[in-house]
């Protein structure tokens, strides 16, 4: 079992990456609102970044959505197409990114 994390930028997408899941028997998944390091210091009056450098360190959006759940090693792959497809791919710049880590204990799951 790994835990994936999605941490979604294009937050546009997020309905039909959850209805995708869904479709694929992956019903469960936790949503956090969520901010990046950048936007929140962006938010800041002591930020200030100028001319050129401001696109690349400004994000477009002002939040994001962090998507957890509990997944089967095989179910990873599917996951991962699920979510490239939703988004247009995560090596677009300001996509989002994901990650899994193993579960070593779990309880309170049925599957």
């Known amino acids: 079992m790994k835990l994936v994390t999605i941490i979604l930028n ?3 997408c997020l309905d039909e990456l959850l209805e995708t899941f ?6 469960g998944a936790t949503i956090i609102d969520s901010k990046g390091m950048i936007q929140e210091l ?4 002591d930020f200030r970044i100028v001319g050129s450098l401001r696109e690349l360190f400004m994000p477009s959006h002002k939040e ?4 957890i759940m509990v997944a089967r090693d095989e179910d990873i792959k599917v ?7 939703a988004t247009g791919g995560l090596n ?3 996509t989002g990114i994901m990650f899994t880590i193993p579960i070593d204990y779990l309880e309170g799951l049925s599957r």
């Open 10 to 12: 294009k937050t546009e």
């Open 64 to 67: 994001n959505k962090t998507i």
């Open 92 to 94: 677009n710049p300001d």
């Open 22 to 27: 869904k479709e694929n028997n992956m019903p």
């Open 42 to 45: 962006s938010d800041s009056d």
């Open 79 to 85: 996951i991962s197409r699920i979510v490239n497809e």
